[in-house]
């Protein structure tokens, strides 16, 4: 007979496989709504791009400008769509055939709808984790060395003005001596 801590072990490894698939399933909607989304406006801009060319071809207007920030809202429009897409496929551990497009299971070696190899995943290590401290302290280091080339350049800068400053003190002396000896030169 199953002892008490053992169910409730086990009633705890359920719940949270079961509060991880729904995050990802939270998550896969979310993304789709967004990719939903990200069409529609996508299909406005194609829209408002075909308006402002008919404009241009039929009253003769330039509306370069104008339909090239539409054609730069409609490109980043695409790379999120994409993106979205990427990062649905990685959560359903699947992954898009390099060859045809579809998507595939991550760990296959050939690709089932048209046979292409699939290249080996590299697996990546996860970053640790970084926390404020770590940047608190990373920033003050930072901090530090830059106040120390602050200071550094400072002291440059008053060595450099203190040599400019004898060296226009000493061509000031040589032409004081010089007006000197022209005075004197002339009085004699």
């Known amino acids: 007979m199953p002892n008490f801590e053992d169910i409730k072990r086990n009633a705890t490894g359920v719940a949270d496989r079961a509060v991880k698939k729904t995050n990802e399933l939270t998550a896969l909607v979310k993304l789709k709504m967004g990719i939903k989304s990200s069409e529609a ?8 791009i075909g308006r402002l060319f008919y404009t241009a071809e039929r009253d003769g207007q330039d509306c ?3 339909i090239a920030a539409f054609i730069m809202k409609a490109d980043k429009l695409k790379a999120d769509i994409a993106a979205a897409k ?3 496929v990685k959560l359903k551990n699947e992954r898009v055939c390099e060859s045809c497009g579809n998507e595939i299971d991550e760990n296959v070696a050939y690709c ?3 046979g292409t190899k699939q290249e080996k995943l590299v697996e990546i290590e996860p970053e640790e984790e970084t926390t404020v401290e770590d940047i608190v302290e990373d920033l003050g280091d930072k901090a530090e060395d830059f ?3 602050v200071e550094d350049f400072v002291e440059d800068a008053a060595d450099a003005v203190k040599d400019a400053a004898e060296d226009v003190a000493d061509k000031a002396e040589d032409v004081v001596e010089d007006i000197k000896d022209a005075i004197d030169g002339d009085n004699e």
């Open 64 to 66: 370069t400008s104008d």
């Open 147 to 149: 106040a120390e080339k």
């Open 41 to 48: 406006k996508l299909n406005s801009v194609y829209e408002e």
């Open 112 to 114: 089932p709808f048209c």
């Open 86 to 88: 990427k990062q649905i």
